[in-house]
């Protein structure tokens, strides 16, 4: 396996979020392979940049991805802008709206 990977650490929490709104972050950082402490930074920044809204449901907090904000990448504005949905259906399908299975963990 290469040392390298292709999504970022925000890009892969995103993706946890889209595919199961009720995650942990504790999960989220099982899956991604960051402490729960980058899960929670990662997570607050994506939603103060309005990528992901969060409430707060019981004593769990539930996520909803902003499918229609911008994918700020170079490459994705040279052409038309390209919306994070657009990720997420490249990756997940149906803009990650997939039945809830368990992404697969990361193994170092």
């Known amino acids: 396996m290469p040392e390298y990977e292709f999504l970022t650490n925000h890009a892969q929490v995103l993706l946890c979020v889209a595919h199961d709104p009720g995650i942990r972050l504790r999960d989220i950082a099982e899956t991604v392979g960051i402490t729960e402490r980058s899960?929670?930074?990662?997570?607050?920044?994506?939603?103060?940049?309005?990528?992901?809204?969060?409430?707060?449901?019981?004593?769990?907090?539930?996520?909803?991805?902003?499918?229609?904000?911008?994918?700020?990448?170079?490459?994705?504005?040279?052409?038309?802008?390209?919306?994070?949905?657009?990720?997420?259906?490249?990756?997940?399908?149906?803009?990650?709206?997939?039945p809830r299975r368990r992404l697969p963990q990361r193994t170092s």
């Open 39 to 98: 899960a929670h930074r990662i997570v607050t920044e994506l939603v103060e940049d309005g990528y992901v809204a969060r409430e707060r449901v019981g004593r769990r907090n539930v996520y909803t991805v902003k499918p229609e904000r911008p994918l700020h990448h170079p490459l994705a504005q040279e052409t038309e802008q390209r919306k994070i949905g657009d990720l997420l259906d490249v990756l997940l399908g149906d803009n990650g709206r997939t």
